[in-house]
């Protein structure tokens, strides 16, 4: 057996074991931060009745949520850097699970708008954090492949939690609380003890990971340390440093590429959060009881979950991303629009499956292309920019959504700014695509040069 095959076979036992070892873990606990995301969707079927609350002052609240993720996200992820993974992640969970667990207790658009805002500010940072975390674990030719899975946990939250949110609004009138007060405390639980247990089962560093071998350790640390040597020519060229806190974060909010990229994660993010926030209520208006509406929400969720895996191993198949990004933008900004053509049940939930199909298979290739265009002077600011503009836009569309169907009484026209969106996502997709090729062939040219 050569050296080349015995590389190989390391490299697989190492990628199989990282799989198995983080990616569960983490995906149950990124699926427990979006059950008590977008429970509040659900919640909303009997809630906003009982505390008055309006569309419009419901895509408000929503909106409050995305103000606070922006406002705490970088600093947050820049914090998971100094205290490290596990300790940080673990902070954030436990937060996030007595916030929402608070939430239950609501009397009105006053507290549900605080609580809105408590809960971005809690959650803040997990989800960049994740894929920085990820990428100091996993090189880069199976980060598409490994972040689709890791965000699958987004499809079947919304598909296991759609049918669990529907049984436990029937516990309405239970020890005198409210079925949406149950809904939210007993979804809220879980966060907190799997922030417990983040303290004692996720390593911070390959290096702390006792279940690789001294020969695999070896592998993968000099197999990611070559590619952030690679990185780091840019940064050399272009005369980037590592600075403190406040300048990696001006760094990351000033360069062209994380401005970029966070305007494309505009229309993804919008489209998963607005269509998790507001497709109960868009199902419920087909005349539905509470339990056709959290069957038929499961589909489209369930549909874009196994797509979005078959997608992520597609993209790191054939190394490439951006097709592999654009496609499904253009199938999320077609298949909104023709919602305007019918006022069919059948037809519409053909179409919201379309949208999330689309939606949830760009994920693994966008974050893949995010994490290979920034250099490493601003990648883990730049991940967090990039999500936290772009959550800043996702609160600007839902507090519109609730707006333009306030005032129009149409779900299909408030959907119709993220096709939008998704369109001026596009054209970025492929505008980041050249810069990076011609980015590329003069790297080619200065090292043919040299030798």
């Known amino acids: 057996m050569n050296d080349q095959t015995v590389k190989c076979e390391v490299e697989k036992a190492v990628v199989r074991k990282l799989t198995l070892r983080l990616i569960p873990f983490l995906m149950f606990c990124y699926f427990i931060a979006y059950v008590d995301r977008v429970n509040i969707g659900f919640a909303a079927l009997t809630m906003n009745k009982d505390i008055g609350l309006t569309a419009t002052i419901f895509g408000f609240g929503a909106t409050l949520f995305f103000v606070a993720y922006v406002l705490f996200e970088m600093p947050s992820n ?10 940080w992640i673990a902070r954030i969970m436990i937060t996030w699970g007595i916030v929402g667990f ?4 609501i009397t009105g658009p006053y507290s549900f708008g605080l609580s809105r805002f408590l809960l971005g500010a809690a959650e803040a940072g997990f989800f960049p954090g994740v894929i920085l975390y990820l990428t100091q674990w996993f090189p880069k030719a199976y980060m598409a492949r490994i972040v689709a899975v890791f965000m699958v946990a987004v499809p079947l939250s919304n598909f296991l939690g759609s049918p669990l949110s529907a049984v436990l609004l029937k516990l309405d009138g239970f020890l005198d609380f409210r079925g949406w007060q149950w809904l939210l405390m007993l979804e809220a639980l879980p966060a907190v003890i799997m922030g417990v247990l983040t303290l004692f089962l996720l390593p911070s560093k390959p290096s702390e990971a006792r279940w690789l071998t001294a020969d695999q350790k070896e592998w993968l640390s000099n197999k990611l340390e070559a590619e952030k040597l690679e990185r780091e020519v840019k940064e050399r060229e272009k005369g980037l440093a590592k600075g403190k806190t406040r300048g990696k974060i001006m760094a990351a909010l000033t360069n062209k590429n994380v401005l970029l990229l966070a305007v494309i ?3 993804i993010s919008a489209t998963s959060n607005t269509l998790s926030l507001w497709m109960p209520q868009i199902l419920k208006s087909f005349h539905l009881t509470d339990m056709e509406t959290g069957l038929l929400n499961m589909i489209p969720f369930g549909l874009g979950a196994v797509f979005m895996i078959f997608w992520g191993m597609r993209a790191d198949k054939k190394a490439e991303r951006i097709f592999s990004t654009a496609i499904p933008l253009a199938v999320t900004a077609i298949s909104f629009a023709a919602t305007l053509l019918t006022d069919s049940l059948t037809i519409t939930l ?6 999330l199909i689309g939606n949830f298979a760009l994920k693994g290739p966008f974050w893949a292309l995010t994490s290979e265009t920034l250099s490493p002077a601003v990648l883990a600011a730049g991940i967090a920019a990039v999500n936290t503009l772009g959550h800043l836009g996702t609160g600007v569309l839902n507090f519109f959504v609730g707006v333009i169907r306030e005032h129009t009484g149409s779900f299909p026209l408030a959907l119709l700014p993220l096709s939008g969106m998704c369109v001026v996502g596009i054209c970025l ?13 003069r790297q080619q040219r200065v090292a043919a040069l040299s030798s």
Not at 78 to 87: L, N, S, Y
Not at 350 to 355: E, G
Not at 431 to 441: A, C, D, P, S, V
Request: no cysteine; glycine share 6%.
């Open 78 to 87: 820049i914090a998971m850097e100094k205290f490290g993974a596990r300790r």
């Open 102 to 105: 608070l939430t239950a207790f």
């Open 265 to 267: 994660y505009m229309s």
């Open 350 to 355: 053909i179409l919201l499956s379309l949208v």
């Open 429 to 441: 997709v492929f505008y980041i695509g050249r810069q990076n090729t011609k980015e590329l062939e």
